[in-house]
């Protein structure tokens, strides 16, 4: 199973000035059992301030799913 995520966000910088963060990531979701699972992410997050740019991120899951254990 794969899933994709879009987001954005308004961070406060130091000085207390917000920016706007926007990300957007892909997922392989894997279960293991019925009730468990595990699940791996990459993406990227943008930052819209005084040229920043965009840097890669990855994640990570585990999942446990109550209804069905």
């Not at 899933?3 to 990300?23: C, E, H, I, V």
């Not at 840097?55 to 446990?64: A, I, N, Q, S, T």
Request: hydrophobic letters at 40%; aromatic letters at 18%.
């Amino acid at each position: 199973m794969a899933r994709l995520g879009l987001g954005a966000s308004g961070p406060q910088d130091a000085n207390q000035k917000r920016f706007l963060s926007t990300y957007y990531q892909a997922a392989v979701i894997m279960p293991l059992f019925s009730f468990f699972g595990v699940e791996a992410s990459f993406g990227y997050r943008s930052f819209h301030r005084d040229g920043l740019g965009s840097h890669p991120e990855w994640g990570g899951d585990l999942f446990y799913d109550l209804g069905n254990s």
